[in-house]
């Protein structure tokens, strides 16, 4: 089994939103790496941050990831910073994968200051965004199969350039 899609980007690009509406257009299942963590930790991910540190959220990242690549046969959202994982990254080579891709200003409205977002909730969120895309672009890139820059288009209109490059 193996995913119709995996879905790639930072925090902000659009990836759970783009993925649900992409997974009904499709006809098949929607599935968020985040919210398995979620679901396996039995709290909330800016809890994981705080109480056990980011080393412990990215290792059970990289499981979560793992066994969703293995069990789901639908669209699957990973988490913003998943490629940050070699282990992950290898294990995407094989798959087709959607690049969601928004620049700086546009990430940094979209994302807010949101705490649920704990990278994203210090002093200053422009730079960290900046530095946050510096770092990772060559990441999101290595995987990807396509990719989309959404910062001037609405949710659906992203569906439908996904939908044009990895085929119906
Ligand atoms: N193409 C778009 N145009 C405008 N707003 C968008 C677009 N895509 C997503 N949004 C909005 O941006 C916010 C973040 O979207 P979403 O949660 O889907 O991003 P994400 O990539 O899953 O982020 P994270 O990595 O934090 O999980 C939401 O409020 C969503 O409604
Ligand atoms: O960009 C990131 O590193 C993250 C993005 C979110 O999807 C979550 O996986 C978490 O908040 C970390
Ligand atoms: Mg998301």
């Known amino acids: 089994m193996s995913p119709r899609c995996v879905v790639v ?42 109480d056990d540190g980011e080393q412990v959220f990215r290792a059970l990242e990289e499981e979560a990831v793992a066994k969703a690549l293995a069990e789901h046969d639908g669209v699957l959202a990973l988490g913003g910073g ?37 990278l994203l909730s210090g002093v200053n969120p422009r730079s960290t965004f900046k530095a946050l895309l510096d770092a990772r672009l060559p990441l999101y890139r290595e995987v990807a199969t396509i990719e989309v820059l959404t910062d001037s288009l609405d949710p659906e209109q992203v569906t439908d350039a996904v939908i044009e490059g990895v085929g119906q």
């Open 82 to 118: 998943a490629v940050l994982s070699p282990r992950t990254r290898e294990l995407l080579r094989d798959h087709t994968v959607v690049f969601l891709n928004v620049g700086m200003a546009e990430g940094v409205r979209r994302t807010g200051l949101s705490s649920a977002r704990p």
């Open 9 to 50: 980007g930072p925090p902000g690009a659009g990836k759970t939103t783009v993925s649900e509406l992409l997974a009904e257009r499709l006809g098949v299942g929607f599935r968020d790496v985040d919210a398995d963590i979620v679901e396996t930790a039995g709290k909330p991910i800016s809890d994981i941050f705080t």
